[in-house]
């Protein structure tokens, strides 16, 4: 059975930066396409970054600059890297697999930007 497991949010100051991770398992398990979404209360679940197979990878356009997704196929684990954050980016952040045309998600990991 398929599983992703997110690590790394928190709690952060504005202007702080957090790094996610996630790990996919079981080892044999091979993603032709990862990616991170966010869903805010109250707002539909949104894209972050993504990660298509031979394709260019997608940011949207309220975190490109801040931050920067990466992949180790060695440790089947994709990588969030979030810096600058800001108060919007408070939310719940998924991480998203696609594999023969499954689609599988993670349980989330909470972000909370806040003074």
């Given at each position: 059975?398929?599983?992703?497991?997110?690590?790394?949010?928190?709690?952060?100051?504005?202007?702080?930066?957090?790094?996610?991770?996630?790990?996919?398992?079981?080892?044999?398990?091979?993603?032709?396409?990862?990616?991170?979404?966010?869903?805010?209360?109250?707002?539909?679940?949104?894209?972050?970054?993504?990660?298509?197979?031979?394709?260019?990878?997608?940011?949207?356009?309220?975190?490109?600059?801040?931050?920067?997704?990466?992949?180790?196929?060695?440790?089947?684990?994709?990588?969030?890297?979030?810096?600058?954050?800001?108060?919007?980016?408070?939310?719940?952040?998924?991480?998203?697999?696609?594999?023969?045309?499954?689609?599988?998600?993670?349980?989330?990991?909470?972000?909370?930007?806040s003074s």
């Amino acid at each position: 059975q398929v599983q992703l497991v997110e690590s790394g949010g928190g709690l952060v100051q504005p202007g702080g930066s957090l790094r996610l991770s996630c790990a996919a398992s079981p080892s044999t398990f091979s993603a032709t396409a990862m990616a991170w979404y966010r869903q805010a209360p109250g707002n539909q679940r949104e894209l972050v970054a993504g990660m298509p197979s031979g394709r260019n990878i997608d940011y949207a356009d309220s975190v490109k600059g801040r931050f920067t997704i990466s992949r180790d196929n060695a440790k089947n684990t994709v990588y969030l890297q979030m810096n600058n954050l800001q108060p919007d980016d408070t939310a719940v952040y998924y991480c998203n697999a696609v594999s023969l045309g499954a689609r599988y998600w993670g349980q989330g990991t909470q972000v909370t930007v806040s003074s």
